[in-house]
Protein backbone atom coordinates (compact mmCIF):
# COMPACT_ATOMS: atom_id res chain seq x y z
CA UNK A 1 0.00 0.00 0.00
CA UNK A 2 3.24 2.67 0.82
CA UNK A 3 4.65 1.64 -2.22
CA UNK A 4 1.55 2.35 -4.16
CA UNK A 5 0.80 5.51 -2.93
CA UNK A 6 4.95 6.51 -3.61
CA UNK A 7 4.29 5.56 -7.04
CA UNK A 8 1.12 7.60 -7.22
CA UNK A 9 2.98 10.52 -5.54
CA UNK A 10 3.37 13.43 -8.14
CA UNK A 11 6.93 14.56 -8.66
CA UNK A 12 7.48 18.64 -7.86
CA UNK A 13 9.25 19.37 -10.95
CA UNK A 14 10.01 17.59 -14.05
CA UNK A 15 13.26 15.76 -14.55
CA UNK A 16 13.97 17.74 -17.89
CA UNK A 17 14.00 21.22 -15.75
CA UNK A 18 15.62 20.06 -13.25
CA UNK A 19 18.27 18.58 -15.66
CA UNK A 20 18.15 22.11 -17.98
CA UNK A 21 18.99 24.14 -14.59
CA UNK A 22 21.99 21.51 -13.70
CA UNK A 23 23.56 21.66 -16.96
CA UNK A 24 23.19 25.65 -17.05
CA UNK A 25 25.29 25.20 -13.53
CA UNK A 26 28.06 22.92 -15.38
CA UNK A 27 28.71 25.01 -18.65
CA UNK A 28 28.80 28.45 -16.22
CA UNK A 29 31.57 26.46 -13.91
CA UNK A 30 33.58 25.24 -16.75
CA UNK A 31 33.64 29.00 -18.37
CA UNK A 32 34.59 30.62 -14.88
CA UNK A 33 37.51 28.12 -14.49
CA UNK A 34 39.49 29.72 -17.20
CA UNK A 35 38.90 33.03 -16.20
CA UNK A 36 41.52 33.01 -13.41
CA UNK A 37 44.23 32.06 -15.93
CA UNK A 38 45.12 36.12 -16.95
CA UNK A 39 47.88 36.95 -19.36
CA UNK A 40 51.40 37.79 -17.41
CA UNK A 41 52.18 41.53 -17.70
CA UNK A 42 55.89 41.68 -17.87
CA UNK A 43 58.37 45.26 -17.85
CA UNK A 44 59.71 44.50 -21.21
CA UNK A 45 57.08 43.74 -23.82
CA UNK A 46 59.82 42.17 -26.20
CA UNK A 47 61.96 39.78 -23.83
CA UNK A 48 61.08 35.98 -24.29
CA UNK A 49 62.97 35.55 -21.71
CA UNK A 50 60.77 37.46 -19.46
CA UNK A 51 57.77 36.39 -20.46
CA UNK A 52 58.82 32.61 -20.73
CA UNK A 53 59.73 33.20 -16.68
CA UNK A 54 56.27 34.61 -16.31
CA UNK A 55 54.34 32.04 -18.42
CA UNK A 56 56.29 29.28 -16.01
CA UNK A 57 54.80 30.77 -13.21
CA UNK A 58 51.40 30.00 -14.31
CA UNK A 59 52.67 26.42 -14.82
CA UNK A 60 50.42 25.69 -11.01
CA UNK A 61 47.32 27.57 -12.37
CA UNK A 62 47.37 26.04 -15.61
CA UNK A 63 47.49 22.33 -14.15
CA UNK A 64 44.79 23.16 -11.41
CA UNK A 65 42.36 25.00 -14.00
CA UNK A 66 43.17 21.65 -16.10
CA UNK A 67 42.28 19.32 -13.23
CA UNK A 68 39.34 20.83 -12.48
CA UNK A 69 37.78 21.11 -15.73
CA UNK A 70 38.25 17.21 -16.05
CA UNK A 71 36.69 16.93 -12.90
CA UNK A 72 33.36 19.44 -13.40
CA UNK A 73 33.31 17.14 -16.78
CA UNK A 74 33.31 13.87 -15.19
CA UNK A 75 30.53 15.37 -12.87
CA UNK A 76 28.67 16.38 -15.66
CA UNK A 77 28.95 13.05 -17.31
CA UNK A 78 28.13 10.80 -14.07
CA UNK A 79 24.76 13.01 -12.98
CA UNK A 80 23.71 12.93 -16.77
CA UNK A 81 23.99 9.04 -15.93
CA UNK A 82 22.16 9.30 -13.28
CA UNK A 83 19.32 11.56 -14.30
CA UNK A 84 19.02 9.25 -17.50
CA UNK A 85 17.37 6.25 -14.80
CA UNK A 86 15.28 8.74 -12.81
CA UNK A 87 12.08 8.51 -13.24
CA UNK A 88 10.19 10.98 -11.29
CA UNK A 89 11.86 14.04 -9.01
CA UNK A 90 10.85 14.27 -5.08
CA UNK A 91 11.36 17.85 -3.03
CA UNK A 92 14.46 15.18 -1.29
CA UNK A 93 16.12 14.60 -4.40
CA UNK A 94 15.71 17.99 -5.87
CA UNK A 95 17.70 19.60 -2.48
CA UNK A 96 20.45 17.29 -2.55
CA UNK A 97 21.00 17.77 -6.44
CA UNK A 98 20.79 21.46 -5.97
CA UNK A 99 23.80 20.66 -2.76
CA UNK A 100 25.80 19.05 -5.65
CA UNK A 101 25.31 22.14 -7.65
CA UNK A 102 26.39 23.85 -4.68
CA UNK A 103 29.66 22.56 -4.47
CA UNK A 104 30.35 22.28 -7.82
CA UNK A 105 29.60 25.93 -8.67
CA UNK A 106 32.14 26.69 -6.10
CA UNK A 107 34.88 24.85 -7.34
CA UNK A 108 36.44 28.36 -9.34
CA UNK A 109 37.58 29.28 -6.12
CA UNK A 110 39.74 26.55 -4.62
CA UNK A 111 41.07 26.17 -8.10
CA UNK A 112 42.12 29.65 -8.14
CA UNK A 113 43.30 29.50 -4.57
CA UNK A 114 45.68 26.13 -5.29
CA UNK A 115 47.31 27.45 -8.42
CA UNK A 116 48.20 31.09 -6.73
CA UNK A 117 49.49 29.39 -3.70
CA UNK A 118 50.61 25.49 -4.93
CA UNK A 119 53.23 25.21 -2.86
CA UNK A 120 50.88 25.94 0.81
CA UNK A 121 49.90 23.58 2.41
CA UNK A 122 46.05 25.16 3.34
CA UNK A 123 45.40 25.84 -0.11
CA UNK A 124 46.37 22.70 -1.83
CA UNK A 125 44.06 20.89 1.16
CA UNK A 126 41.17 23.13 0.81
CA UNK A 127 41.09 22.26 -3.17
CA UNK A 128 40.67 18.33 -1.76
CA UNK A 129 38.26 19.32 0.77
CA UNK A 130 35.82 21.02 -1.66
CA UNK A 131 36.14 18.36 -3.76
CA UNK A 132 35.06 15.98 -1.34
CA UNK A 133 32.23 17.56 -0.86
CA UNK A 134 31.09 18.11 -4.56
CA UNK A 135 31.93 14.28 -4.40
CA UNK A 136 29.94 13.87 -1.52
CA UNK A 137 26.99 15.53 -2.93
CA UNK A 138 26.79 12.92 -5.87
CA UNK A 139 26.76 10.18 -3.24
CA UNK A 140 23.98 11.64 -1.21
CA UNK A 141 21.91 12.14 -4.50
CA UNK A 142 22.64 8.51 -4.79
CA UNK A 143 21.78 7.40 -1.85
CA UNK A 144 18.73 8.89 -2.11
CA UNK A 145 17.56 6.88 -5.14
CA UNK A 146 18.75 3.54 -3.39
CA UNK A 147 16.47 4.58 -0.06
CA UNK A 148 13.77 5.64 -2.82
CA UNK A 149 13.73 3.14 -5.72
CA UNK A 150 10.35 4.36 -6.68
CA UNK A 151 11.93 7.69 -7.83
CA UNK A 152 13.93 5.26 -10.37
CA UNK A 153 13.27 3.90 -13.93
CA UNK A 154 11.68 0.29 -13.62
CA UNK A 155 14.13 -1.33 -15.58
CA UNK A 156 16.88 -0.29 -13.46
CA UNK A 157 18.95 -3.31 -11.71
CA UNK A 158 18.53 -2.37 -7.75
CA UNK A 159 21.60 -4.48 -6.02
CA UNK A 160 23.75 -2.84 -9.39
CA UNK A 161 22.86 0.56 -8.57
CA UNK A 162 23.23 -0.36 -4.88
CA UNK A 163 26.99 -1.60 -5.88
CA UNK A 164 27.98 1.86 -7.97
CA UNK A 165 26.58 3.94 -4.71
CA UNK A 166 28.71 2.10 -2.83
CA UNK A 167 31.36 1.92 -5.00
CA UNK A 168 31.19 5.69 -5.94
CA UNK A 169 31.74 6.57 -1.92
CA UNK A 170 35.12 4.90 -2.01
CA UNK A 171 36.59 6.79 -5.29
CA UNK A 172 34.60 9.99 -4.35
CA UNK A 173 35.00 11.64 -1.40
CA UNK A 174 37.32 8.81 0.29
CA UNK A 175 40.06 9.26 -2.51
CA UNK A 176 39.84 13.03 -2.03
CA UNK A 177 39.96 12.80 1.84
CA UNK A 178 43.26 11.13 1.13
CA UNK A 179 44.34 13.89 -0.61
CA UNK A 180 43.49 16.55 1.93
CA UNK A 181 45.44 14.86 3.89
CA UNK A 182 48.17 14.40 2.00
CA UNK A 183 48.51 17.99 1.06
CA UNK A 184 49.99 18.75 4.59
CA UNK A 185 52.79 15.91 4.04
CA UNK A 186 53.74 16.83 0.43
CA UNK A 187 51.88 19.64 -1.96
CA UNK A 188 53.34 17.96 -4.60
CA UNK A 189 52.52 14.55 -3.47
CA UNK A 190 48.59 15.69 -3.57
CA UNK A 191 48.83 17.35 -6.56
CA UNK A 192 49.59 14.53 -8.42
CA UNK A 193 47.16 12.39 -6.22
CA UNK A 194 44.10 14.72 -7.26
CA UNK A 195 45.63 13.96 -10.80
CA UNK A 196 45.36 10.18 -10.67
CA UNK A 197 42.31 10.65 -9.56
CA UNK A 198 40.91 12.39 -12.49
CA UNK A 199 42.53 10.25 -15.17
CA UNK A 200 41.04 7.48 -13.36
CA UNK A 201 37.53 8.75 -13.81
CA UNK A 202 38.07 9.67 -17.23
CA UNK A 203 39.63 5.88 -18.22
CA UNK A 204 37.09 3.91 -19.65
CA UNK A 205 34.42 2.05 -16.78
CA UNK A 206 35.53 -1.46 -18.39
CA UNK A 207 39.69 -0.22 -17.93
CA UNK A 208 38.69 0.77 -13.91
CA UNK A 209 36.19 -1.82 -13.25
CA UNK A 210 33.03 0.04 -12.47
CA UNK A 211 30.01 -0.88 -13.39
CA UNK A 212 28.56 1.03 -16.88
CA UNK A 213 25.06 1.42 -16.01
CA UNK A 214 22.56 0.25 -13.26
CA UNK A 215 20.10 -0.57 -15.62
CA UNK A 216 19.53 -4.20 -16.64
CA UNK A 217 20.02 -3.69 -20.09
CA UNK A 218 22.51 -1.23 -21.57
Known amino acids: MTSDRANRAPEIISRGRVEALSDGVFAIVVTLLVLEITV ?3 AEHGSVTELARALRTLAPKFVSWVMSFVTVCVIWLNHHRLLTMVRRV ?3 LFWLNANLLLWTSFTPFPTALMGDYPTNRLAVSFYGWV ?3 ASLGFVLVRGHLHRRPDLLQEDVDRTTFRTGTMYSIL ?3 AAYAIGAGLAWVSQI ?9 VCYFVLPHSMRGAPLSSRTQP
Not at 189 to 197: L, M, P, S
Open 40 to 42: PHI
Open 90 to 92: DNG
Open 131 to 133: MFL
Open 171 to 173: MGP
Open 189 to 197: GAFIWYGAI
